[in-house]
């Protein structure tokens, strides 16, 4: 059955290979942009996660031209790295506020639709970083752990209402993210992988594709790592 699918971010990088994930499997999918190209066969909507006025105005969009959101796939991110001491005021709070707070804000406005439908799918995409932390990303890493709180505690107050919410944790995808790593620091974080290498978005909506499907149902509260074994123990 086709449903209506929200993906944060879902112009470029991991974001769009799970919005064309779910398009070919013949849903109507949504993504956010902000005033980027959208791949045809996804319905764009502009907003900034960070706003909470534009987050109400995309889902009310969506829901008149393609239905009240049954997946949300919160996976917009930002990085914004340096060491502790280095790190300004602006640096840890836009990071927090992009992917703690918008996806809080998601995760909030999609609820109140998905428990009349009394049926919804949220996924987060945190990181290995926030399982594992990660030198100059107290940030991002905080923000990235903040995501299995959420939720946790969201699968705590829906779960009855056939919602769940999962954590996808990724290690090292080849995206814009990761292309900006100078070339010694990826051999140093290659040599870690067990798995030998990076991965391909496709490798994330995999997991992604399966956490929304039905047979996922009694799946919730759960950390999926799609990390080579980066991150293994967390
Ligand atoms: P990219 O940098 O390639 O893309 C980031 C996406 O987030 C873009 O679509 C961007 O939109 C969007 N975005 C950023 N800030 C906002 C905002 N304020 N409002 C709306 N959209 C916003 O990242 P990746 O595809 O690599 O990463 C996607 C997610 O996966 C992120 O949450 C990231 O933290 C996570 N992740 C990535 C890993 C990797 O190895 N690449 C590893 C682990 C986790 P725009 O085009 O407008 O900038």
Redesign the pocket.
């Known amino acids: 059955m086709a449903r209506t699918v929200l993906v944060?971010?879902?112009?470029?990088?991991?974001?769009l290979a799970i919005a064309q994930r779910f398009a070919k499997q013949g849903d109507r999918v949504a993504v956010?942009?902000?005033?980027?190209d959208v791949a045809s066969g996804l319905y764009g909507v502009r907003?900034?996660?960070?706003d909470p006025a534009q987050v109400d105005a995309a889902f009310t969009e969506i829901e008149a031209e393609l239905g009240p959101v049954e997946v949300l796939v919160a996976?917009?991110?930002?990085?914004a790295d340096t060491l502790l001491l280095r790190m300004s005021e602006d640096q840890f709070g836009s990071v927090l506020e992009?992917?703690l707070a918008?996806a809080w804000r998601c995760a909030k406005r999609a609820a109140t639709k998905m428990l009349r439908a009394r049926w919804g799918r949220m996924i987060f995409?945190?990181?290995?970083a926030g399982l594992s932390g990660n030198p100059g990303q107290t940030n991002y890493a905080a923000s990235?752990a903040g995501l299995v709180g959420l939720a946790r505690s969201i699968t705590r107050e829906l779960g009855s209402r056939n919602i769940t919410a999962n954590v996808v944790a990724?290690?090292?995808?080849e995206?814009?993210?990761?292309a900006e790593l100078p070339e010694a620091r990826r051999k140093q974080i290659l040599d870690g992988i067990p798995g030998a290498r990076f991965a391909q978005?496709d490798e994330v909506a995999a997991a992604v594709g399966f956490l929304a499907s039905d047979e996922a149902g009694y799946i919730t509260g759960a950390v999926l790592p799609v990390d080579g074994g980066l991150g293994m123990g967390h």
């Open positions: 944060t971010g879902g112009n470029r990088g991991i974001g956010t942009h902000r005033g980027s907003c900034d996660i960070t996976n917009a991110g930002i990085t992009t992917n918008g995409i945190s990181s290995v990235k990724p290690g090292m995808i995206t814009d993210m990761t978005a």
